[in-house]
């Protein structure tokens, strides 16, 4: 199994880490994806690629880089600063880097939309120079998503990170080229309409899903108030499986695959 959105490198895995890549691996995951989310995750000794390096484990570790818009600042200067420093990143490292991301538009917090937008389609723009998928955050901000990729003619992909529209969003972003985001959503009993637009996808579009848990956020139900961790990803499989004709297997297989095909330019294929 991948888990492709884990933000290993967040102060609540801090202490153990080693030990979750370790029951990640008992639990038969292979590979994880950490997405960055801020300039200070780049520019300390503590960077997500030096996380990635000092992995010794017998799993890969993947790393994107972007900046959230929840961690944006009001600050025209501060924003140029990030964009530059992510920039020279990608200048420096687009080959180690599987993806721009974790990336978007937040309908529910103050930073002003005209702002997050111009920052969004700034980073759409250095995707598309680097050639890289992006990993897109959404909140409220469908239509606003769609305008951005239309103003900027962005057209490598991607995959849209804890889904839960509907059927017709989901066809829109994968008519774009883009892939799906599978989480703990799917778990609760209470998320009819998520569960729809999955079950569409099984039967459509089985080649546009991907595995993810959002750790150490967005915990699976049963797991309420604990910290989530990619050790918990079969709980996602599981509830896959319930919703389509594939087994266990066969939805390993299938979106492991799906998850190299999308992020195949960057990916640490050395880390075994």
Same mark, same amino acid.
């Given at each position: $199994?991948?888990?492709?959105?884990?933000?290993?490198?967040?102060?609540?895995?801090?202490? #153990?880490?080693?030990? /979750? &890549?370790?029951?990640?691996?008992?639990?038969?995951?292979?590979?994880?994806?950490?997405?960055?989310?801020?300039?200070?995750?780049?520019?300390?000794?503590?960077?997500?690629?030096?996380?990635? +390096?000092?992995?010794?484990?017998?799993?890969?570790? #993947? &790393?994107?880089? @972007?900046?959230?818009?929840?961690?944006?600042?009001?600050?025209?200067?501060? +924003? *140029?600063?990030?964009?530059?420093?992510?920039?020279?990143?990608?200048?420096?490292?687009?080959?180690? !880097? !599987?993806?721009? @991301?974790?990336?978007?538009? #937040?309908?529910?917090?103050?930073?002003? $939309?005209?702002?997050?937008?111009? $920052?969004?389609? *700034?980073?759409?723009?250095?995707?598309?120079?680097?050639?890289?998928?992006?990993?897109?955050?959404?909140?409220?901000?469908?239509?606003?998503?769609?305008?951005?990729?239309?103003?900027?003619?962005? =057209?490598?992909?991607?995959?849209?990170? =804890?889904?839960?529209?509907?059927?017709?969003?989901?066809?829109?972003?994968?008519?774009?080229?883009?892939?799906?985001? !599978?989480?703990?959503?799917?778990?609760?009993?209470? =998320?009819?309409?998520?569960?729809?637009?999955?079950?569409?996808?099984?039967?459509?579009?089985?080649?546009?899903?991907?595995?993810?848990?959002?750790?150490? #956020? $967005?915990?699976?139900?049963?797991? %309420?108030?604990?910290?989530?961790?990619?050790?918990?990803?079969?709980? /996602?499989?599981?509830?896959?499986?319930?919703?389509?004709?594939?087994?266990?297997?066969?939805?390993?297989?299938?979106?492991? %695959? +799906?998850?190299?095909?999308?992020?195949?330019?960057?990916?640490?294929?050395?880390?075994?």
């Amino acid at each position: $199994m991948i888990d492709s959105h884990c933000h290993l490198d967040l102060p609540a895995f801090q202490g #153990d880490w080693q030990s /979750v &890549i370790s029951h990640a691996i008992s639990a038969g995951l292979t590979r994880i994806l950490i997405p960055g989310t801020q300039v200070s995750q780049w520019s300390t000794q503590h960077t997500i690629q030096s996380f990635a +390096n000092q992995n010794t484990h017998a799993i890969s570790i #993947d &790393i994107a880089c @972007g900046l959230h818009p929840y961690f944006l600042s009001t600050s025209e200067t501060d +924003n *140029a600063t990030a964009l530059s420093a992510l920039e020279r990143l990608l200048f420096q490292t687009s080959s180690e !880097v !599987v993806a721009v @991301g974790e990336i978007g538009l #937040d309908g529910h917090i103050a930073i002003p $939309m005209q702002l997050q937008k111009a $920052m969004f389609e *700034a980073q759409l723009r250095l995707a598309s120079e680097y050639a890289l998928p992006v990993i897109l955050h959404h909140r409220k901000s469908h239509h606003l998503i769609f305008e951005s990729l239309k103003n900027t003619g962005f =057209a490598e992909g991607g995959v849209i990170h =804890a889904f839960s529209g509907s059927v017709e969003v989901a066809k829109a972003y994968v008519d774009k080229g883009f892939y799906i985001g !599978v989480g703990g959503t799917i778990t609760y009993d209470r =998320a009819k309409k998520t569960q729809e637009t999955i079950i569409y996808l099984l039967q459509h579009h089985p080649d546009r899903l991907l595995l993810e848990t959002d750790s150490p #956020d $967005m915990p699976m139900q049963g797991r %309420q108030g604990a910290r989530n961790s990619p050790e918990y990803l079969g709980d /996602v499989l599981a509830a896959l499986g319930k919703l389509g004709e594939y087994d266990g297997q066969a939805l390993n297989e299938l979106t492991t %695959q +799906n998850y190299l095909t999308l992020f195949h330019k960057g990916l640490f294929c050395n880390r075994q």
